[in-house]
């Protein structure tokens, strides 16, 4: 399979606890986008990488979030203490760098997170 | 990014053609239009894009009016597995790292 990859796909945790979140892009993709969405709602974006350059992030990226992608291939995502609130599903997305005419973003299945 | 307004579900008999609404009224002349579609429990999946002309692909048509200020994305046949929620976009390409603004998007439930 060479679609973008997200493990776990489920994470229940206990509140305050913190969770790590893994995503896979397809290769030689430069580009990685992390979503959040919840129930009923679109998918948000949360920040982008470009290679291993964090870009942009969103004021949704609270500073108990943070996102790495050290070799510029797969990315992590850590929720420190978590909260209710923070349940949600969290969606990665890769797309290759340049055709500006062709901007298609792969998402992954996404990380469904439960914090109890 | 210009604002979408899709109808929030939409109903299709399985095999007629399905026609989604989106309405970008604010769009602006360098905006692309973007469908994805997302399948219950999965991630969203594109469809299909324009500009101004009218676009077909394996999966879908997009049609655009002439003041591109509303769309349409035809499924000409639909199937039992086009149930999900379409997602109707506008951006330009080349800002804010392309991101993608999703709005609540159309329920679409295609019956037997």
């Known amino acids: 399979d060479t679609g973008v990859s997200q493990n776990p796909r489920h994470k229940i945790t206990k509140r305050g606890q913190n969770v790590t979140f893994r995503c896979d892009p397809i290769s030689e993709h430069n580009r990685l986008y992390w979503y959040r969405q919840t129930l009923g709602q679109g998918p948000e974006f949360l920040t982008y990488f470009q290679n291993e350059a964090q870009l942009e992030k969103s004021r949704l990226l609270s500073d108990r979030f943070s996102a790495e992608r050290p070799k510029g291939s797969f990315s992590t995502l850590e929720i420190q203490r978590t909260e209710q609130g923070d349940s949600a599903m969290y969606l990665c997305?890769?797309?290759?760098?340049?055709?500006?005419?062709?901007?298609?973003?792969?998402f992954g299945a996404g990380t469904r997170l439960s914090v109890l | 990014d210009a604002k979408t307004t899709q109808p929030p579900s939409m109903d299709c008999a399985e095999g007629r053609a399905a026609n989604l609404p989106c309405n970008h009224s604010t769009i602006s002349g360098n905006e692309y239009v973007y469908w994805y579609r997302q399948i219950h429990s999965q991630g969203p999946q594109y469809i299909i894009h324009g500009l101004k002309n009218n676009e077909t692909n394996e999966m879908a048509s997009l049609i655009i009016t002439e003041d591109r200020k509303s769309s349409t994305l035809i499924l000409p046949h639909a199937t039992l597995r086009d149930t999900a929620v379409y997602y109707c976009i506008v951006r330009v390409d080349g800002t804010s790292g392309s991101r993608l603004t999703f709005g609540e998007g159309t329920q679409l439930t295609v019956n037997p």
């Open positions: 997305a890769s797309r290759e760098q340049g055709n500006l005419a062709k901007n298609i973003q792969y």
